[in-house]
């Protein structure tokens, strides 16, 4: 237990003080060399391994953040040297992982980043082999996405593969600088290639046998998502487990043979298992699910031979340890949480219990290991993704055993005689027709319960719930009767519970960060309003797509105007989602059946009053900007005003309407800057009339606009404001009440309780 400890703890430290904040080391070095000098003082072995532990973990994932591009190289031009690791090609771009070992920054004056891995795109790539040498000029960026509540962290995920930079490759002279070198596992992939199996068959049997999890495609892991089978298709316990069990009875039956008087006490079968274990993850590529598996499973091989063996939960925690120690990154990887997790019930569950013995107690053994699983994974994969697969426990109860015992040894046993294409095919056919079997049987149950995504403050109680309804049938001694009547309270407690609602004088104002781009959501008690839609990219993606599960319902939607960086998701809202009333300006062909925003009009609801001012009644400007729809939220004393992309021009027409409404000249209390921040908005004349508490620019990271001019931040600095920028903040959220209001940002949480301005960086990042 202290050596897993110490080494989370030390992943834990590096994260928090590597990179910039070196000079801080001193101090973890410092009480580490004091725990190290006193276990060997006290010759503790376990002790001085913690404190080495400690120190690896947090010294590899502290050169890991360092090495993290800085925001004041993002954009810049390196060329870079090194090694294809992996390979993702479609007809229009490949994308890979690199594996920096040269750099040289195309402008003298730059200095080449510390970061060693990075994941490129290159449009119109040649053909491209992982394991391949290049050269190319590349424009880097930070390994950052959009930070939106209750959606995947793109960010995260780049953090926890250990990737430093995202970037793209300039056509510009690129030099192979040697081929791959030969791989084992390559040429399988060609070989499978070259098989007369369906492509779904071909991708399965490299998923499952190779931990080709790359060649599986979008309607595969859709339909894995959708049933929680994703764990079959991954080199997982499962299939090293096996790997490991198959080659422990063939080399115990070997000693049987050649050592009759002793072969119960060799200890040999045993360490070829463990190491055909790591073979196996080899042959994957050490990914970080096969190697974690690999060593769970030469530990638990430790355990069961009885050598000199440590007890089941002293070798869990010896597991843990390893595993942190490989992957110092492995802590903010779900996969290890929910693979320990798993075993750790399996142990509760089998403790002091005998073992099976025949194909009947194996199968009630399969049963009730599944019956006690479903309820904490079920958990566990709610906390970690946010959904539920209803249909989960009983698809698992039929796939994995089909999967772990009958399609996974056809696999292994075509890769024998691979060297016969004719051969290897037939061996294969029963596997691909399975294959198809269950496809089609995922998909029939996919259909039929589709994955459940809950709101997010139901997640945890949810969560909770279920957990304790394992421990309910996990624990000894607990009795039928008050089984009987727990879990069923259980199921009524979550069913009862209620969404928290807003107060009758709230307004919430949240400005999603969706790149360059904008959409913004206010809700009150009676209403849920969107002012635009966001983008939608050259590739068809629409950030307005990840932002809420399906199935959501608003009451209105005011399209400012026809820009595609503020249209561009009405497709994404008008196939997963109910909208009541869409609201454009004349002018704007949307292909919606929507009313006109015009100045004057609008309407109230409760305690809010909604009022369009501008554009004039009637009036098309030539310019699209300046048609944009111009809303004004007031709810008591507090107000929202959204300009969509209206010019100086606009402004200076809509300011009276606004000062002479019945708050007058009072601040506005948010504002969300007109065009993102560019300087042909936010004129002198609006500044000073509305003298905003707080701007919101919604623009995209490094875009090359600009956005927001500086010229137009620091008007708004001097003016009082306090400066918010998604493009740094993520999503800005605004609680806005009779009291006050409150800022929260989804990338930096604590600056919403700081009030100095930070001019120094003045246009380029937010203001604490």
């Known amino acids: 237990m202290p050596l897993a400890l110490a080494a989370i703890a030390g992943a834990l430290v590096g994260q928090r003080i590597g990179g910039a904040e070196a000079s801080l080391w001193g101090v973890p070095l410092a009480i580490a060399g004091f725990g190290l000098a006193l276990a060997l003082r006290r010759r503790s072995l376990w002790g001085g391994l913690a404190m080495l532990g400690f120190l690896a973990c947090a010294h590899d994932v502290g050169q890991q953040r360092h090495g993290i591009l800085p925001p004041s190289l993002a954009g810049h031009e390196f060329v870079l040297t090194g090694r294809i690791l992996s390979l993702d090609a479609d007809q229009r771009r490949s994308r ?80 192979r600088l040697d081929g791959a070198a030969f791989s084992l596992r390559r040429l399988a992939l060609g070989q499978l290639e070259e098989m007369a199996l369906s492509p ?30 994703t764990h079959l298709m991954v080199i997982s316990g499962l299939h090293v487990g ?25 200890v040999w079968p045993w360490v070829g298992a463990g190491a055909a274990a790591f073979a196996y993850a080899g042959l994957a590529g050490f990914e970080p699910p096969a190697t974690r598996a690999a060593i769970m499973t030469a530990v638990g091989l430790w355990a069961a031979s009885g050598r000199h063996a440590p007890g089941w939960w002293q070798a869990w ?73 209803p249909v989960a426990p009983l698809v698992n109860l039929f796939a994995v055993p089909l999967v772990g015992s009958v399609m996974v040894p056809l696999g292994f046993v075509g890769w024998l005689f691979s060297g016969w294409q004719a051969l290897a095919s037939g061996v294969w056919w029963p596997f691909d027709q399975l294959a198809t079997m269950l496809a089609a049987v995922l998909a029939g149950a996919a259909d039929s319960w589709p994955s459940w995504i809950p709101a997010s403050w139901w997640r ?64 009150t008690q009676e209403r849920r309003v969107l002012v635009d839609t966001g983008p939608r990219f050259g590739s068809g993606f629409m950030p307005a797509s990840l932002l809420w599960p399906p199935g959501q319902r608003f009451d209105d939607v005011v399209v400012t105007h026809s820009d595609t960086d503020h249209s561009g998701g009405i497709a994404a809202l008008r196939r997963e989602h109910r909208v009541e009333h869409w609201w ?14 015009e100045a004057g009009g609008g309407w109230r609801d409760g305690e809010a009053s909604w009022h369009f001012l501008s554009p004039p009644a009637g009036d098309i400007a030539a310019n699209a900007n300046d048609r944009s729809c111009v809303l004004l939220v007031t709810l008591g004393v507090r107000r929202v005003l959204i300009t969509g992309d209206a010019g100086a021009g606009r402004e200076r027409e809509f300011v009276n309407a606004l000062e002479s409404g019945p708050l ?33 620019f919604s623009s995209g990271r490094g875009n090359p606009f600009g956005h927001p001019a500086p010229a137009v931040v620091q008007r708004f600095v001097d003016a009082g404001s306090r400066v918010w920028n998604t493009a740094y903040d993520g999503a800005v959220r605004v609680v806005l009440t009779r009291s006050g209001l409150e800022v929260s940002t989804q990338r930096h949480p604590g600056w919403s309780r700081r009030s100095a301005v930070d001019v120094g960086d003045v246009g380029v990042e937010s203001s604490p």
């Open 96 to 175: 890979f992982l690199f594996d920096v070992d040269g750099c040289r920054p195309a402008e003298p004056d730059d200095a080449c980043p510390a970061a060693t891995r990075v994941r490129l795109s290159w449009y119109g790539a040649p053909e491209l082999r992982s394991g391949e040498r290049w050269s190319f000029n590349t424009r880097l960026r930070e390994p950052l996405g959009f930070s939106n509540p209750d959606t995947f962290d793109y960010g995260a995920w780049l953090w926890r593969e250990g990737i430093q930079a995202l970037g793209y490759v300039r056509d510009e002279s690129p030099l």
């Open 200 to 229: 779904r068959g071909k991708h399965w049997l490299a998923a499952l046998t190779l931990g080709a999890g790359d060649r599986l495609d979008d309607d595969d892991w859709r339909l894995l998502n959708a049933t929680g089978t």
């Open 242 to 266: 096996l790997v490991a069990t198959l080659v422990l009875w063939i080399l115990r039956g070997l000693s049987r043979w050649f050592q009759p008087l002793s072969w119960r006490m060799t």
């Open 317 to 389: 925690w010896l597991a843990l340890a390893l595993t942190v120690i490989s992957d110092p990154l492995a802590p903010w990887r779900p996969g290890l949480w929910l693979s320990f997790l798993a075993v750790a019930v399996l142990i509760m569950a089998w403790s002091g219990r005998p073992r099976p013995s025949g194909w009947r107690d194996w199968g009630i053994a399969l049963l009730r290991s599944q019956w006690l699983l479903a309820p904490f994974m079920a958990a566990a994969v709610l906390l970690a993704f946010g959904r539920l697969s």
């Open 460 to 523: 945890w109680p949810i969560a909770l719930a279920l957990m304790l309804w394992g421990l309910l049938w996990l624990l000894p001694g607990v009795e039928r009767s008050t089984r009987a009547w727990a879990c069923p309270s259980l199921l009524i407690f979550v069913t009862l519970l209620r969404a928290p609602g807003l107060e009758r004088n709230q307004l919430v104002v949240t400005v999603y960060d969706v790149g360059q781009g904008q959409l913004v959501e206010l809700k």
């Open 584 to 597: 454009a300006p004349r002018g704007n062909d949307l292909g919606l059946p929507s009313r006109h925003c």
């Open 664 to 696: 007058g000249r009072r601040r506005l209390d948010v504002l969300v800057a007109g065009h993102h921040g560019s300087a042909t908005s936010s004129s002198p004349t609006l500044v000073a009339a509305t003298r905003p508490r707080e701007v919101i």
